[in-house]
């Protein structure tokens, strides 16, 4: 029997070609799936679009979660009487509940039976925080004219999945630092450059002014652990190796994990949950407003969460982090090269907690200083990252309305 010899070289060779085809034809299936998926909402929702005209301004808030970017926004049009289309994709959208005059808004589904609606759309502009336009089931609608994305975080603009804000004619951005990045991934990304305009953080003006209506009662020092989610996350990596000790130092705990984490690490929380029942001094914060639970902490404890931004920029306290294993890789700043500003930033105003100090982590908390070079830190990173401050709404249907004057005249 003749044997055939490959050489390691050949067989890694033709091994590699192997996972290449294989790789290749999953994605193509599953690029097919969507496709479909897409496609049985698609006769519906284009019979719906053509029925009606183009309007000039539509908004698509995909969730609940984002109701605080927009809802100064759909004000501000109501308020100059301007027509407005807002579509959501929670049922529980408070602006769905509301009556108005000159906003018309319209729950549409979630999913691929809103990227249906939303890919046949009508109009002269379109506003959303919805990120990768062009790249995944969203599409670019012929009929529409502009897309506009807004920051819904005062964070770097670069912490979104790989091409995240690629194929947007224009970003609106909470600081002009903001800027420099994405002209970066333009230049290396060889993209046409998109309409860089720095209105503030419409959200954060929404939390300030609930803030400053939240009545103070004196209690306990209380400690809020507000982590992000996922492997490299603060919950996920320690857990009970700092939970219990917190619970155990006598101090109230609020533990207010990341939205994320009730949908993809309910296990893991209901493992603690689980395991602290029936202590009094923790308690679990699920509620879509942070506010309450911010107004009330003496302190945070973090990670890499965007949670820390609002905690430090409305109540302008100390905050504690424990290292980041962040792995860029799979967002756009993995193809920008500086460290990203959320962690050179929350390295100068945050106080590091090591993995050592868990066992003493009650005197930890009680004697972590705020310096007043801390407290200039985070008037930098305040002023740095959330221009324009109470002002958003009205940065934005500023920005809005001179570039749908534009499109008029360039029509002409």
Request: charged share 25%.
């Amino acid at each position: 029997m003749m044997l055939l010899y490959i050489d390691p070289g050949t067989g890694s060779m033709l091994f590699s070609v192997v996972i290449g085809v294989a790789a290749t034809l999953y994605f193509s299936v599953r690029a097919l799936f969507l496709k479909l998926k897409v496609s049985f909402f698609a006769k519906d929702a284009r019979t719906a679009n053509d029925a009606s005209a183009v309007v000039p301004y539509v908004i698509y808030c995909e969730g609940r979660q984002y109701f605080n970017e927009f809802s100064a926004v759909v004000e501000e049009f109501e308020e100059r009487k301007l027509p407005l289309v807002y579509y959501s994709g929670s049922e529980e959208d408070p602006v769905l509940a509301k009556q108005w005059e000159f906003v018309k808004p319209e729950y549409i589904g979630s999913g691929n039976k809103a990227y249906a609606k939303l890919n046949f759309l009508k109009a002269d502009i379109v506003l959303m925080t919805t990120p990768a336009l062009d790249v995944y089931q969203l599409k670019r609608s012929k009929d529409v004219k502009e897309y506009v994305h807004i920051l819904h975080a005062p964070s770097d603009a670069t912490g979104y999945r790989l091409f995240g804000l690629d194929f947007f004619d224009a970003v609106l951005l909470t600081g002009d630092y903001q800027k420099k990045d994405i002209r970066y991934l333009e230049k290396k990304r060889n993209l046409k450059p998109k309409e860089l305009v720095t209105v503030g953080c419409t959200y954060l003006d929404v939390l300030d002014a609930k803030r400053k209506s939240i009545t103070t009662v004196e209690h306990p020092f209380t400690v809020l652990v507000s982590p992000s989610w996922g492997k490299s996350a603060l919950l996920f990596r320690y857990g009970a190796k700092l939970l219990d000790p917190l619970v155990e130092s006598g101090l109230e705990v609020i533990v207010r994990p990341h939205p994320q984490s009730r949908i993809v690490e309910q296990g893991m929380l209901e493992t603690l949950e689980k395991r602290y029942e029936g202590k009094k001094n923790l308690s679990w914060d699920f509620g879509s407003d942070n506010s309450q639970a911010l107004s009330k902490a003496d302190i945070m404890i973090s990670d890499f969460s965007g949670i820390i931004f609002d905690y430090t920029f409305l109540y302008d306290k100390p905050v504690m982090y424990v290292k980041q294993d962040f792995d860029k890789r799979p967002y756009d700043a993995g193809d920008v090269e500086d460290e990203m500003w959320q962690f050179t930033s929350l390295h100068r105003f945050g106080i590091e907690l090591q993995e050592s100090d868990f066992p003493r982590i009650g005197d930890v908390l009680r004697l972590a200083s705020d310096s007043e070079e801390l407290r200039k830190a985070r008037e930098t990173a305040k002023a740095e990252a959330w221009m324009h401050q109470g002002h958003a709404a009205g940065q934005v249907v500023d920005f809005l309305v001179g570039t749908e004057t534009k499109l008029k005249e360039q029509k002409h």
